[in-house]
Each structure stands twice: as structure tokens, then as C-alpha cells.
Nanobody, 119 residues
């Protein structure tokens, strides 16, 4: 069982920066994948960035060069540094964790944190 707690959302002007943090707690093995998804108004949830325990990263094309994901495997935390924010980045951002093992695959989600970017 994993609980994910996000923090760091808020209101920022276009061109500004925010840093989101997520801490995983509970009784679990270190997640194989941690990352961030987002859901904007009237849109489906989409991947923003993920980082595996082996340090492999995956970014959405829309955020490459602007966002950076980092992870502390020992602490089971993952951060998302968001720079050069655009109004289209406005969304609820969800922390994500994936635990996999032999014949086992389980995803966990945080409650989400609102990021609003004004023009």
C-alpha cells in the first residue's frame, strides 16, 4: 500500500517557475517508476514526466527543455522543477508511482495539486 502526497502547486505568471514535490509513504518496496501526470480543464490525464528506479526518464514533448524530474530512491520522493511555465501548463498535477514484480503491477496516484499559470 502506497500513499502519495503532492505539494508545491500554486499560481504563477507565464514565464515563472514552480517546483512540485511528492512523497510516498506506507509499507512498500521502492517504486519502479515515479513521476507526474496532469489533467487540464476539459482534457484527459496525460503524462508529464516519469523517472524509473534505474534513472531512465521520459518527458512529454510539450515540457522537454522546461521541466526536470528528479527522484530520491532512498527517500521515495520525486520532484518536478517547472520552468518557463505557459498558460497551457495549467492543470491538476498528479504524482504517480508504479510497483512491479513477478506477475505484479500496481499503480498509485496522489490527490493532485493545482498549478495555474496566468498570461
Amino acid at each position: 500500500q502506497v500513499q502519495l502526497a503532492e505539494s508545491g502547486g500554486g499560481l504563477v505568471q507565464a514565464g515563472g517557475s514552480l517546483r512540485l514535490s511528492c512523497a510516498a509513504s506506507g509499507s512498500f518496496r521502492s517504486p519502479n517508476v515515479m513521476g507526474w501526470y496532469r489533467q487540464g480543464p476539459g482534457k484527459q490525464r496525460e503524462l508529464v514526466a516519469t523517472l524509473t528506479s534505474a534513472r531512465s526518464t521520459n518527458y512529454a514533448d510539450s515540457v522537454k527543455g522546461r521541466f526536470t524530474i528528479t527522484r530520491d530512491n532512498a527517500k521515495n520522493t520525486v520532484d518536478l522543477q517547472m520552468n518557463s511555465l505557459k498558460p497551457e501548463d495549467t492543470a491538476v498535477y498528479y504524482c504517480y508511482a508504479l510497483l512491479t514484480s513477478y506477475g505484479y503491477r500496481q499503480s498509485y496516484w496522489g490527490q493532485g495539486t493545482q498549478v495555474t499559470v496566468s498570461s
